[in-house]
């Protein structure tokens, strides 16, 4: 494999201490030994892939699924939770201006049906992941940006959504009390632990047929008679149609198209121990809205069913264990700032995983050009419970050779190149100064 952080990135510091680990034991998907023959080759074994797996098995579609490490290694398994519009970083006015007026409308309208497809898997499927939150709450970090809030809802609501706006004044009483200026709601979406739904996801697609293998990393693909070859630790794989769905964990090689087309980015989350009513009440926070502020490099969080307070950003450009104990220590000290009644409220976990960046700040989900029967979903921006989900919904259409029922926008079927090849990290830091100076 070649990657573009070094090797701790992707080794098992990062995502030590994961609270989610201790909330579902992990299911044990056997080794792929040997040679196997399958319709569908899924390499990735996160919210991507395990949709593709189930959509397809549940058509009739013979499938399996390689995941390099145990279910739930990656990002799947360790992210913050939300299932919420998004999966783009592009405003509205910016995906209009670049790809069309209807290209934008349809890309909108994908992610909610992104949010509904995840709720519709969880009631079909009867998952129980702890879900909670009527929709998710943007919360402004200063006053200009209340006043951008406070300008949207109006023109939301004009635009007949159903939003709700508070002013500063009336955040104590919501259980929105903290560093904050106004909020501003919209009533789509929901949070949930993303483990028992990734895992629950994979009871489903097991049961309809499809075939998950852990432990068993793509070490490299090879156009083959009748399809490609699948070499992986144990085992090779031959399928005519092959799946990439390894988002912020891909590697510049698997395949050779993707090299230079997606831009891992860390994230980095923590929990505290179950509050008290005392501390709840202390601080003023007892929603149990999902929320994230107005920053560029935003914070987000929300309090669980079970009391614990979840709180993640954006950040760590590098990867080491001193990086990695940096970027947590700060994590911390933004906590502490913006609820300072919890300074000393115990953090229990922490923990950072790869989010996964475009160049065009849109998702991609499609085929892989020059490469017949191979097909492609990732970069979410942070979104993935929802759009990963989503994405592979649409993969398992397009696998099919079927135009996708859902909707299916222009804007998501093009990835062009960063520059600067597998140095393209440089990027990063002065664009993390742009928008750490923006606010």
């Known amino acids: 494999m070649r990657r573009i952080f070094s090797g701790y990135a992707y080794g098992p510091g990062p995502r030590s201490n994961c609270w989610w680990d201790e909330t579902v034991p992990a299911p044990d998907w056997p080794v792929l030994e040997g040679e196997a023959i399958t319709d569908v080759a899924i390499i990735g074994g996160g919210f991507t892939g395990v949709s593709a797996a189930l959509h397809l098995a549940g058509s009739g579609v013979s499938v399996a699924l390689l995941e390099a490490e145990t279910p739930g290694w990656g990002a799947s398994g360790r992210n913050g939770g939300f299932c919420c519009l998004g999966g783009s970083k592009l405003s509205g006015t910016a995906m209009r201006r670049l790809f069309g007026s209807s290209a934008a409308d349809v890309y909108e309208a994908s992610e909610e049906a992104a ?5 519709e898997l969880l009631s079909s499927h009867g998952i129980a992941a702890d879900t909670h939150s009527r929709g998710e709450t943007q919360l402004a970090h200063s006053e200009k940006a209340a006043r951008r809030l406070s300008a949207q809802a109006e023109e939301l609501q004009r635009a007949g959504e159903e939003v709700e706006f508070l002013a500063r004044r009336q955040l104590a009483d919501h259980g929105l009390n903290g560093s904050f200026h106004a909020a501003l ?4 979406g929901f ?20 075939r998950l293998f852990q432990n068993s990393p793509a070490l490299s693909i090879k156009q083959a008679a009748g399809g490609y070859k699948i070499e992986t630790n144990k085992g090779i794989l031959r399928a005519p149609k092959v799946v990439i769905a390894t988002n912020g964990y891909s590697s510049e090689d698997l395949p050779e198209w993707l090299a230079g087309r997606y831009m891992p980015a ?3 989350v923590m929990v505290t121990h179950p509050l008290t009513e005392a501390e709840l009440q202390a601080q003023g926070w007892f929603s149990q809205q999902m929320a994230y502020d107005t920053r560029h490099l935003l914070h987000y969080f929300r309090l669980m069913p079970d009391r614990r307070f979840l709180f993640g950003m954006r950040g760590g450009l590098l990867a080491s264990p001193r990086a990695e104990a940096g970027i947590r220590h700060k994590l911390r000290q933004d906590f ?24 065009n700040l849109v998702p991609f989900i ?14 979410y921006h942070g979104n993935g419970v929802a759009m990963g989900s989503y994405a592979g919904r649409i993969l398992s259409d397009l696998v099919q050779g079927c135009r996708p029922e859902l909707p299916y926008s222009p804007a998501v079927q ?26």
Not at 115 to 119: E, W
Not at 199 to 207: I, S
């Open 115 to 119: 949010v509904h497809l995840v709720h």
């Open 185 to 188: 709601t919209t009533p789509v």
């Open 191 to 210: 949070a949930l632990n993303p483990r028992k739904y990734l895992f629950g996801l994979a009871a489903a697609a097991g049961k309809a047929g499809a």
């Open 266 to 268: 860390q994230s980095t």
């Open 336 to 359: 502490e700032a913006m609820f300072p009644e919890w300074r000393n409220v115990e953090t229990t976990h922490c923990w950072s995983g790869m989010v996964c960046l475009s160049r």
């Open 366 to 379: 499609g085929p892989v050009p020059e490469s017949p029967g191979m097909f492609a979903g990732l970069c």
């Open 414 to 439: 093009k990835m062009p190149r960063f520059p600067f090849g597998r140095a393209r990290r440089v990027l990063m830091p002065p664009a993390y100064a742009v928008l750490g100076l923006m606010g």
